[in-house]
């Protein structure tokens, strides 16, 4: 009985094979890989496919139910795992993932997104910055206002305005500085913008050119022009009063050279319109003293600034204006002691002249003003500034 015992055991050892049980009956160890887990080509684990048109591989299929990511079997990322959110269907409620800013795009009818009618890659938490187009699940620009319907691409806010330059204040008791750089236009009806200025040129006779600088500044040169006038300052639109701009005023510094023929003005000049005016505030001139316009009446004076004006008023007819040849009348404010650097406090001119009667109408322009009656000169504007409230 031994020995059948004995050749029995081995028998069965023999049907059963190898048995690694422990000898104490607990269970055995689960066998690892070393194989790591599998990932599609060029797919990295935790990012989408490259931006398509709605599907997963951006040819214009439809996406994977799971997102074109790993298979359902592989681990998660780290990413899914620390947002720990479920892989949604792709043509599920919502269709697509959200987009940047957290809020999903309007579902369409047929349960897909509102976007090139692919359904959309909706896998949350794994997306890369794109183009906001909705239905690939990309983030967005991040503009307001983004995510138009159709296509995703919506136009925005509009975006805010350009910075105002900063003009440092003007300091008169210290040289004025050299203008450099500008572009020379020497062609009449030149004009331009520059530091929030604009500026414009005209003439009669050979002309002239005017230099329009940042800072903001120009220089104007002229060669026996019949009339030449370079500016630079506002341009409005003939809709409103002076008042309804604010206060408005004006920073220049300056030096001359040469002359300027019979006649020249420097100082502030512009328009108004309903009525037809033009007006002057004369700083300075090319001549000997205070300036005296050509056929006008003085009204009066008064103080500002530091200094008395001359207060005049005239009428030209059929003569040049800014709506052709007309008939209007003319406004001068004159400085009494001339000066090249300082503030002209604009609005102060205006409000003066109507307490005299002399009312501007709707505005076209507040800008400072060279204006020579002929010979051979240049001046330079170091500074030449206008400014509103409005």
Request: glycine share 16%.
């Amino acid at each position: 009985m031994p020995l059948k015992r004995l050749v029995t055991s081995a028998v069965a050892l023999v049907a059963l094979g190898c048995s690694d049980v422990p000898s104490d009956g607990g269970s055995s160890p689960a066998f690892e890989s070393a194989v790591p887990p599998f990932h599609e080509p060029n797919q990295a684990a935790g990012t989408t496919s490259p931006p398509g048109d709605g599907s997963a591989d951006g040819t214009g299929a439809p996406a994977d139910t799971n997102g074109g990511a790993e298979s359902p079997s592989a681990p998660t990322t780290n990413e899914e795992a620390s947002a720990n959110l479920p892989i949604a269907p792709a043509n599920g409620a919502n269709g697509a993932a959200p987009a940047a800013g957290g809020a999903a795009p309007p579902p369409a009818t047929d349960g897909m997104t509102a976007g090139d009618g692919q359904p959309g890659n909706t896998q949350p938490g794994n997306t890369q910055p794109g183009n906001g187009q909705a239905g690939n699940g990309q983030p967005g620009n991040g503009q307001a206002g983004n995510g138009q319907a159709g296509n995703g691409m919506g136009n925005g806010a509009a975006p805010p305005p350009p910075a105002a330059p900063v003009i440092p204040p003007l300091n008169c008791a210290a040289p004025p500085p050299t203008p450099t750089g500008g572009n020379q236009s020497c062609m009449v009806n030149a004009s331009g913008n520059v530091d929030g200025q604009s500026w414009f040129m005209w003439y009669s006779g050979s002309g002239g050119c005017m230099t329009p600088y940042e800072g903001p500044g120009f220089k104007a040169t002229w060669n026996n022009s019949g009339d030449f006038l370079a500016r630079m300052g506002v341009a409005f639109d003939e809709t409103k009063t002076f008042d309804q701009y604010g206060t408005i005023g004006a920073d220049l510094a300056f030096t001359k050279a040469g002359s300027a023929g019979g006649y020249s003005f420097i100082g502030i000049y512009g328009w108004s319109n309903n009525p037809l005016i033009e007006y002057y505030i004369v700083e300075n001139s090319f001549g000997n003293g205070p300036a005296t316009p050509y056929a006008t009446t003085q009204r009066g004076t008064f103080n500002v600034d530091g200094a008395t004006y001359r207060i005049y008023s005239g009428t030209k007819n059929n003569q040049p204006s800014i709506h052709g040849n007309a008939n209007f009348q003319q406004f001068f404010s004159v400085r009494q002691t001339p000066r090249t650097c300082g503030h002209v406090s604009i609005s102060e001119h205006f409000k003066q002249w109507a307490t005299m009667g002399i009312n501007l109408g709707k505005m076209y322009e507040a800008r400072i003003l060279v204006e020579a009656g002929g010979g051979s000169g240049s001046i330079t504007f170091a500074r030449a500034n206008v400014t509103t409230t409005r």
